[in-house]
């Protein structure tokens, strides 16, 4: 589904000096798996996460989606393909704080530019009560705690059924016992939904979720 | 749900929850709106005013005055200045003429008027009996002068309703009181209704005393006037007696020394100038739009950078550029608009207070220019901002804190 061939990602710092952030990555993501990208603070894993995201572009190498290079897409295209293809879940949540749980969660479907196939409202009303949020729909972000704000998060991202779920330390944010319910529930759709999951973090034991491990440090694969 | 409606929910619950931040900002708008239909409708209903003046003219009246005042319509003030004055040879000149019905000879003199009680500064108009009926003047008590009363320079005025007021202390206490101006004593024989004016809106004739010409000779040995308003006979056009009047009076003047004007003559140089004076304070008062869509433009910047990480957010989950800017722009405009529209209720409730004092009126035109002109600024001034927003990198964004 994803392939990634020769990537690097090089910053200009000060004009001059480079900074590698990520060097030579080659990887491929199938469909159907549940992936972990471990590695410490700036060993590159946000960058390789933008790059799965199609927020950002590589500096050499090609990155492939269904075959086709990521690098010949408009910046329209790439926002439709971010729209439908991927879900985001971020550590900090990144819920809109003006919008409603409901807002929210329809937010994906607004910048739409396929014809959906069903009735955005009431999906996300069906979500709301099968992930237990009955009750939250008119609540705004700040009402409801962080396991609560993380599960509309990720309710957000399966709005557009997209193909592929990517969380940027999910449980980052929360305490141990909401992290493990919030991997549980990726878990879940894993196995249940064949949603392709992709989990970064620093920890071990999150990332053990992953039936596989990417390890990456100082911008490199050190263990696939 | 449709975009644009999901877009402004989200910036009014946006502006809802700084409120004190939102009014500020608009707070510039909402001065040059309500400065700008404010003036309008000053403007408006100056001229109003005015037209509904020379209406109380009367038809088949013009007027004889020294110096090309008018030349194509505008107002020539220096030739009104230095000028001729007429005498009692033209004025015979004129009663000669066929075509014309009465003949109202004018000059007046700035005095102070005393009653028994009080003293006040005024102007007293001498003319004919004609004067009443060509200006269209009504009498509240008493009677104007007549023929008579010119034929015996009859020591006796008329007088306004609120000089009447002010020396008398009554409209009922005023007639047949004494006045005096200059030391000579004046029986006041009639009060007239009040003609409005004064400020902008012409004469102030309720301030001023009506006196026989011939008695205000006593003021003007040289026994000249300062202007004839004249009434034609209806059977001739206006065209015909203008051309036998300034026949009659090349004969004694070149024609640069007098004019010969229709009311509609002066209205149009009126409105022109009030059009003209009326554009400018309307110009002073849009630069405050400028400056209230530069703020809004400033607090745009400032939103934009709050919002860096939602634009990021927005753009991870699908947003276009597009979208993005149009997001902006619609804040902006929903700003503008809404100083605009507390600007225009302003100027509205502005308007019935000066209504107490003053003729003044909105007409549909500026509602509709005050509101097109604030989402206009919100639109043009939301851009800039809105442009920076969109061309955020959405991976510069989304990292952000």
New interface residues.
């Given amino acids: 589904m994803i392939k990634f061939k020769n990537v690097w990602k090089i910053y200009k710092l000060d004009g001059e000096i480079e900074y590698q952030a990520l060097k030579n990555i080659n990887l491929e993501i199938k469909e159907k798996e549940f992936v972990s990208i471990i590695g410490p603070s700036g060993s590159g894993k946000?960058t390789l996460m933008?790059l799965i995201?199609l927020?950002?572009k590589p500096t050499k190498g090609e990155i492939l989606i269904d075959g086709k290079n990521v690098a010949k897409f408009s910046?329209?295209e790439l926002?439709?393909l971010?729209?439908?293809f991927v879900?985001?879940v971020?550590q900090q949540f990144?819920l809109?704080p003006?919008?409603t749980v409901l807002?929210n969660i329809?937010?994906?479907?607004?910048?739409?530019r396929k014809k959906l196939t069903y009735d955005?409202?009431k999906k996300a009303l069906d979500l709301i009560k099968k992930f237990g949020l009955s009750g939250k729909e008119y609540s705004y972000p700040n009402k409801i705690s962080g396991g609560q704000q993380q599960r509309v998060a990720i309710l957000?991202a399966l709005i557009?059924e997209p193909k592929l779920i990517l969380a940027d330390e999910p449980t980052g944010n929360l305490d141990s016992k909401t992290g493990i319910e919030i991997m549980n529930l990726l878990k879940k759709l894993n196995e249940k939904e064949g949603i392709t999951i992709v989990v970064v973090t620093h920890e071990a034991d999150i990332a053990a979720y992953g039936k596989r491990i990417i390890k990456i440090k100082d911008g490199e694969i050190v263990r696939n | 749900?449709n975009?644009f409606l999901?877009v402004v929910?989200?910036a009014i619950?946006?502006f809802r929850?700084n409120k004190t931040q939102t009014f500020l900002t608009s707070l510039g708008i909402l001065i040059g709106v309500f400065a700008v239909v404010m003036l309008t409708a000053l403007g408006l209903g100056l001229k109003q005013y005015i037209n509904d003046q020379f209406a109380a003219l009367g038809k088949n009246t013009i007027f004889l005055v020294p110096g090309k005042i008018l030349s194509g319509g505008s107002f020539n003030a220096t030739s009104a200045l230095a000028s001729i004055k007429f005498d009692n040879r033209d004025l015979l000149r004129l009663k000669r003429l066929k075509e014309i019905r009465e003949i109202s000879p004018i000059f007046s003199k700035q005095t102070t008027a005393k009653s028994e009680k009080k003293s006040e500064d005024t102007t007293i108009i001498f003319s004919s009996e004609a004067f009443f009926d060509i200006n269209g003047f009504k009498i509240k008590k008493g009677r104007f002068f007549e023929k008579a009363d010119i034929d015996k320079k009859a020591k006796v005025v008329v007088i306004g309703p609120k000089l009447a007021e002010k020396l008398f202390g009554s409209v009922e206490a005023a007639l047949d009181s004494k006045v005096s101006a200059n030391n000579i004593n004046f029986i006041v024989i009639g009060i007239t209704e009040s003609k409005g004016g004064g400020g902008f809106g012409g004469p102030d004739y309720d301030n001023y005393m009506f006196s026989p010409y011939t008695t205000g000779f006593i003021f003007n040995t040289a026994k000249t006037y300062s202007r004839f308003a004249i009434k034609f006979d209806e059977n001739y056009s206006i065209m015909d007696v203008k051309e036998t009047i300034k026949k009659e009076f090349l004969k004694r003047y070149d024609e640069d020394s007098f004019s010969i004007i229709e009311p509609g003559d002066i209205l149009s140089a009126v409105n022109s100038i009030f059009g003209i004076l009326n554009m400018v304070l309307v110009a002073i008062a849009s630069i405050s739009l400028v400056v209230g869509g530069i703020g809004i433009m400033n607090i745009m910047f400032v939103t934009v950078s709050d919002k860096t990480?939602?634009i990021g957010?927005?753009?991870?989950?699908?947003?276009?550029?597009?979208?993005i800017l149009v997001q902006f722009i619609i804040e902006s405009t929903i700003l503008s608009i809404l100083g605009g529209f507390l600007g225009l209720t302003l100027a509205y409730i502005g308007t019935l207070i000066v209504q107490k004092f003053f003729p003044a009126y909105i007409d549909v035109s500026s509602v509709v220019l005050a509101l097109g002109v604030s989402s206009a600024i919100g639109i043009i001034f939301g851009v800039f901002p809105a442009k920076r927003a969109a061309d955020l990198?959405?991976?510069e964004a989304?990292?952000y804190e």
Avoid at chain 2, 313 to 323: C, E, L, Q
């Fill in positions: 946000s933008h995201g927020l950002d910046d329209d926002s439709t971010r729209n439908e879900g985001f971020f990144n809109i003006k919008l807002e329809l937010l994906p479907t607004i910048y739409a955005p409202r957000r557009m | 749900m975009y999901f929910k989200a619950e946006d929850r990480k939602e957010v927005r753009r991870a989950i699908g947003a276009r550029k597009k979208d990198e959405p991976v989304i990292r």
